[in-house]
């Protein structure tokens, strides 16, 4: 796959485009997204060792070798993982387990700013200056958290963060969605699971190449929880704004968080057949 900033992820075996053209596009889709499952597998079980010592690759490094969107999955997924432990910590009587994530998470982006100010090639500043982005929203949730003394992972606090799992639960969800992947036959596998409030779903596996990611503000939260709740209810999300204030980009933005594709169309009252043509 090429994505139009010139990132590359090869496929894992050769595809041949053939037959109907209906049919090969389909399976085309499920090589995108067998491929990115598989690259995902490999990238969440090297990221165990980021912050183990001198012997293991740290993540400025580990990055280095995994595409920009899986690179940044796996930042999200680790994150969560951390806060989920510190609640758990919390709950078990350490008082200083927040702010300890909150040294973690700012030692991890001071190395990642040591090494954009070096010289890089183009995606992998891209890839690092994504990673930073959403590791301030990160960091800046921690510091919140920390600030109001939030103890409860049931608090709307931590429901309302769009949060990524990496698990093998809810096998009841499956159903529900009627989401099963051909190579999932034997035991049940690993799956990067989405929450944010009440709404759950798998993540969906679309390519989105080495796109730049929006700084998520408050207003960004909103929005985010505003629209996947909208798709919880099988209901439409209609943000209202004046033109150029980033009502499209939030929702595209959306899209590459939880790998769903985006599709955007002129549906204003001067689009004519040949403009649509």
């Known amino acids: 796959m090429l994505s139009k900033d010139n990132e590359e992820v090869y496929f894992a075996k050769e595809f041949t485009a053939e037959g109907q053209v209906q049919n090969w596009c389909c399976d085309l889709e499920f090589q995108m997204r067998q491929v990115l499952y598989q690259v995902l597998e490999m990238a969440k079980g090297s990221s165990e060792f980021w912050d183990q010592g001198d012997t293991y690759k740290p993540r400025e490094l580990w990055l280095s070798d995994y595409c920009a969107q899986i690179s940044l999955l796996v930042t999200t997924i680790v994150w969560t993982e951390d806060v989920v432990r510190a609640f758990d910590d919390l709950i078990s009587g350490s008082e200083t387990a927040m702010k300890e994530t909150h040294k973690v998470i700012e030692h991890r982006i001071e190395q990642l700013i040591k090494r954009v100010r070096g010289d890089l090639p183009f995606l ?38 769009l949060k990524f799992y990496w698990e093998n639960k809810d096998p009841d969800m499956a159903s529900r969605q009627n989401l099963r992947f051909p190579w999932e036959k034997e035991k049940e596998p690993m799956k990067c699971i989405i929450r944010i409030v009440d709404w759950v779903r798998f993540y969906s596996f679309e390519y989105t190449g080495n796109a730049i990611r929006l700084v998520i503000t408050p207003l960004t939260d909103r929005c985010y929880i505003t629209l996947t709740q909208a798709l919880n209810l099988v209901m439409g999300g209609a943000p209202a704004g004046p033109a150029g204030t980033g009502k499209t980009e939030t929702t595209k933005d959306l899209g590459r968080g939880i790998g769903i594709p985006v599709m955007v169309f002129n549906c204003s009252d001067q689009m004519r057949k040949d403009s649509m043509a």
């Not at 510091?143 to 608090?155: A, G, N, R």
């Open 124 to 161: 992998e500043r891209c890839k690092i200056i994504n990673i930073i982005t959403i590791d301030v929203h990160s960091r800046d949730v921690i510091e919140s958290f920390c600030i109001k003394k939030v103890q409860d992972p049931e608090s709307f606090n931590w429901l309302s963060q």
